[in-house]
């Protein structure tokens, strides 16, 4: 099993930057894969980027791509999330989430029992 603490959200302009990240327990964080989602107040909970088990294959939204950069460091049991030029509406809760499955679509992290608390990402104009 895997527990998951997600940190580093907060209130930015538009056009700063944050950095999240996820700390995993467990001496198997290298077996997951590791992805993050957000859910805006009033909407359904979205997939944003993922990352293989080895840090070697990420995945984006379109709606992220050019700004969010999905990354992983094995040997400290985090995987980031740095979003840079962000905009209002990436405003939500963020999440991240593990999944145990030799792939890392979006459906293997909704199955999965691994998730985090959420942080709180407030982007103002």
């Known amino acids: 099993q895997v527990q998951l603490v997600e940190s580093g959200g907060g209130l930015v302009q538009a056009g700063g930057s944050l950095r999240l990240s996820c700390a995993a327990s467990g001496r198997t964080f290298s077996r997951y894969s590791m992805g993050w989602f957000r859910q805006a107040p009033g909407k359904e909970r979205e997939f944003v980027a993922a990352?293989?088990?080895?840090?070697?294959?990420?995945y984006r939204v379109d709606s992220v791509k050019g700004r969010f950069t999905i990354s992983r460091d094995n040997t400290k049991n985090v995987v980031y999330l740095q979003m840079n030029s962000l905009k209002p509406e990436d405003t939500a809760v963020y999440y991240c989430?593990?999944?145990?499955?030799?792939?890392?679509?979006?459906?293997?992290?909704?199955?999965?029992?691994?998730w985090g608390q959420g942080t709180q990402v407030t982007v103002s104009s």
């Open positions: 990352i293989s088990r080895s840090g070697d294959t990420t």
């Open positions: 989430a593990a999944t145990g499955t030799t792939t890392f679509q979006p459906r293997d992290f909704q199955s999965s029992d691994y």
